[in-house]
């Protein structure tokens, strides 16, 4: 891997960390995040749903209780019903 390569993966790293961080503090001050950024932020194939593997640990622990329908994935709706957001 040359210098450049390893420049950006350590970059692309960052902004995962600092999205994902971004996004837990949101929800400890003041509640679930909007639906919107929530999505917006982690729903990486679009498909309109949050899986496991889109989120960190943490916060799969607290989303899949959304997942109304027991099937692992988090619609919009679903998120929207369980936070209110
Ligand atoms: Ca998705």
Known sequence: MNVKRSWGVV?????????ASGACAQGRRGGPPPAEALFGRFDANKDGALTQNEVPPPMWARLRAAAANGDDAVTIAEYRAASGR
Do not use: E
């Open 11 to 19: 970059m692309a790293m960052a902004l995962v960390v600092a999205v």
